[in-house]
């Protein structure tokens, strides 16, 4: 017998032949069921395919064979070798991986110990000859803080932020994911309550957090403390193991930068070419004033791709990313650069409407975000004296730059 099917649109089949005729088994009552179903199968197909066809759509078995070829080509996993380069995207890299990339090339280099410095001189300015996977696998480490620091206290009680050799090797050999914490006394016995109810407030301000207040919250940091310059390592103790009466919402800022590398690769290079790891506080100001997404990039190695698309937006206080304490920083840090010891509503409207040639844009958009939400400049400018003059000093700003308004 033959079959035509037409389904009401100009899709027909071609005519298949179904005859179970010429079939060894002919002569069984019932006939080849299977011969029939595989015609059957075949049948469909076809109606399916063309169908797909006629109205522009992919067909199912190209999406099915497109599928199979990534399965297959993904196979390898988080060895870092499916792609056509040898190059695994970023999201193939575990920590387990990354971790027997680094033992691996630690014991081929005779290297015993790293630290935050030398993953990001891996990372970023890797020296002749080093392997992509390594550099990827310093990256790793860089932007995952805790599982760098779950490594490093594996033998040693206490965030020093060195990690010996040994160590890679007891996360290579799946140490991680094992209960096992051989000698790590279980990290300090858990803290005292103090310093579990601080480590909760800076869970809450890194949700909170973004690249530019981040930044803020280290520039005024740095001002307050006189320091001139950080590097990773710096800002891993910033996170890890603060100074007493270090606040919050700075080893929150101090962990952002940890966990996003390529923003902080971007804020030391900004004066001077080359991925030294060493920042200068004032490219921190810069970062806070919005430099990073802002047109006004004074004296700066990089211009901003953003910048003709956001000094507009950043003009009229429409920044997206701009917040009560990213705004402080951007205070805070133009403050501190023009030796601007306190300011009043009135300033804030010069800076806003009538800003001084050089000003940078985003730090106007701050000034006009504080005299748009006058009860976050209130909080701000009667922090430390009660009384609402409307006159705030640089102190104010930089308080609320590091997170104060957030847990006061």
Do not use: C
């Amino acid at each position: 017998m033959s079959v035509n099917v037409s389904l009401g649109s100009n899709v027909q089949t071609e005519p298949l032949d179904l005859s179970l005729t010429n079939s060894p088994t002919s002569d069984v009552p019932g006939g080849d069921y299977e011969a029939l179903y595989q015609a059957a199968l075949k049948m469909i197909q076809q109606m399916t395919q063309q169908l797909f066809a006629e109205f522009g759509l992919p067909s199912p078995a190209d999406s099915k064979d497109t599928a199979d070829s990534k399965d297959t080509a993904g196979s390898t996993g988080s060895t870092g070798t499916g792609s056509a380069d040898g190059k695994a995207p970023a999201s193939d890299v575990t920590a387990q991986a990354a971790a027997g990339a680094l033992a691996a090339y630690m014991h081929e280099n005779g290297i015993v110990t790293l630290n935050p410095n030398k993953l990001y001189q891996m990372a970023y300015s890797p020296a002749a000859g080093t392997p992509s996977t390594v550099s990827k696998a310093a990256k790793f480490m860089l932007a995952n803080p805790d599982t760098y620091k779950q490594i490093e206290t594996h033998d040693v009680a206490g965030a020093d932020g060195i990690a010996g050799v040994n160590d890679f090797d007891w996360a290579a050999e799946g140490g991680l994911s094992a209960a096992s914490n051989k000698g790590g006394a279980e990290q300090a016995e858990k803290a005292e309550q103090a310093a579990q109810a601080a480590a909760k407030v800076a869970v809450a301000a890194l949700a909170l957090m973004t690249a530019q207040s981040a930044a803020g919250a280290i520039a005024s940091y740095m001002h307050e403390n006189g320091m001139k310059t950080v590097d990773p390592d710096e800002l891993y103790q910033m996170a890890y193991h603060p100074k007493k009466g270090t606040p919050p919402g700075v080893s929150a800022a101090a962990k952002f930068m940890l966990s996003n590398p390529d923003t902080y690769n971007r804020i030391e290079t900004h004066d001077v070419k080359g991925s030294d790891g060493i920042s200068g506080v004032a490219n921190f100001d810069w970062a806070a004033e919005g430099g990073l997404g802002a047109a006004s990039n004074k004296g700066g190695a990089k211009q901003s791709e953003e910048a003709p698309q956001a000094a507009p937006k950043a003009a009229t206080g429409e920044s997206g990313s701009l917040n009560a304490q990213s705004a402080a920083g951007a205070v805070a840090a133009f403050m501190h650069e023009q030796g601007i010891h306190k300011v009043d509503p009135d300033q804030l409207y010069q800076i806003a409407y009538h800003p001084k040639q050089g000003t940078p844009a985003e730090v106007s958009a701050a000034a006009k975000f504080m005299l748009a939400h006058p009860d976050s400049y209130n909080r701000i400018e009667t922090h430390d004296v009660k009384g609402s003059d409307g006159i705030s000093g640089a102190a104010n700003f930089d308080w609320a730059a590091q997170g104060g308004l957030h847990h006061a």
